[in-house]
């Protein structure tokens, strides 16, 4: 229904003269605004229908992205785990060397001074 429609209704409403008119012009404009709600609401209803849609697919796109993280990051702690371990032994192997040239020097500076000059 057009708004002149509605208007014309309205009038027809206020006409002080025929209470059948006026009872008639009122239940068309009930019809016509309750038929106008309804769409609205059926609008709004699909709206917020394509909303969900949009959200679930965001949150399942999130969701995805996130166990890709965990697994990314797990992945990294794993390294990380092998990488520290091979630096632990590769200190304490460092730390053998180290004794061993520390006590080769000394041997060799005992036997330097423990041997007579010529």
Wanted: hydrophobic fraction near 45%; glycine fraction near 4%.
């Amino acid at each position: 229904m057009t708004p002149a429609e509605k208007e014309a209704l309205i009038r027809c409403m206020a006409d002080p003269q025929g209470t059948h008119d006026r009872e008639a012009a009122k239940a068309k404009l009930e019809v016509a605004l309750t038929n106008e709600v309804n769409q609205r609401l059926d609008q709004v209803s699909g709206d917020i229908q394509h909303a969900q849609k949009i959200l679930a697919n965001q949150l399942s796109g999130l969701a995805s992205e996130i166990k890709s993280t965990r697994e990314s990051m797990n992945a990294s702690s794993q390294e990380m785990a092998k990488l520290t371990s091979a630096l632990v032994l590769w200190t304490r192997v460092s730390v053998v060397v180290v004794a061993v040239y520390t006590l080769l020097t000394g041997v060799l500076v005992w036997f330097q001074i423990s041997r007579p000059s010529h």
